[in-house]
């Protein structure tokens, strides 16, 4: 059975970091692409970042550009996503997804796709 489970969510201060983990189970992590997604309260979910089954491709989504930095540990089955300079914008809900629409300028769930999880909570406030 396919599982992703999120976690690392917290809150913090503007310009403070957290690291998420995205852990999963029931398929080949090494041969799929993950991405990072986010649910502001009232805003539909947003695509945040996505790495391919090759390292070399990553993606961002604009306004996290140079503070945001998704890796894969294949071993440890997991997906991380560092976040530095977190800004009050940045607080959602934050959900991985297996096999996302990966592209640079393009980051959705793929159709149809509705194995979301429960998310971890990234609360940024002063």
């Known amino acids: 059975q396919v599982q992703l489970v999120e976690s690392g969510g917290g809150s913090v201060q503007p310009g403070e970091s957290l690291r998420l983990s995205c852990t999963t189970s029931?398929?080949?992590?090494?041969?799929?692409?993950i991405g990072w997604f986010r649910q502001a309260p009232g805003k539909e979910r947003e695509g945040v970042s996505c790495?391919?089954?090759?390292?070399?491709?990553?993606h961002y989504e604009g306004s996290v550009k140079d503070r945001f930095t998704i890796s894969r540990d294949n071993a440890k089955n997991t997906v991380y996503l560092q976040m530095n300079r977190l800004q009050v914008d940045d607080t959602a809900v934050y959900y991985c997804?297996?096999?996302?629409?990966?592209?640079?300028?393009?980051?959705?769930?793929?159709?149809?796709?509705?194995?979301w999880g429960q998310g971890t909570q990234v609360t940024v406030s002063s």
């Open positions: 790495i391919n089954s090759s390292v070399r491709n990553t």
């Open positions: 997804a297996l096999e996302p629409v990966c592209m640079e300028t393009r980051i959705t769930p793929r159709p149809g796709y509705n194995s």
């Open positions: 029931g398929f080949s992590l090494a041969y799929s692409a």
